[in-house]
Nanobody
């Protein structure tokens, strides 16, 4: 299995930027499609972005499209989420997740992911 550790969260003003990192250890990182999810208080966990094993394709939730960018560095076993033009409604705990399936498609449901990090808090003040 793979272990995931997120970092980079914090407090930022609306309009600001943050970059989240998710470091993986264990199994071969490049074998996994990766995703970012978030969960705000009292809400269900929601999909944010996903990236294929080589980084060749990405997919975003409509709410973050054009503002967030997911990338990965397989040599560093790390996936990133660059978040720009942050809004108060982006406030949540952000989780990275690994999908070990052989399917070529990117997944958007949390139950389709096999491994999860512990999360990192992002708070956007107005």
């Amino acid at each position: 299995q793979v272990q995931l550790v997120e970092s980079g969260g914090g407090l930022v003003q609306a309009g600001g930027s943050l970059r989240l990192s998710c470091a993986a250890s264990g199994r071969t990182f490049s074998n996994y499609k990766m995703g970012w999810f978030r969960q705000a208080p009292g809400k269900e966990r929601e999909f944010v972005a996903a990236i294929k094993r080589t980084g060749s394709n990405t997919y975003y939730a409509d709410s973050v499209k054009g503002r967030f960018t997911i990338t990965r560095d397989n040599a560093k076993n790390t996936v990133y989420l660059q978040m720009n033009s942050l809004k108060p409604e982006d406030t949540a705990v952000y989780y990275c997740a690994a999908d070990r399936s052989i399917s070529v498609s990117l997944r958007v449901k949390s139950y389709e992911y096999d491994y999860w990090g512990q999360g990192t808090q992002v708070t956007v003040s107005s």
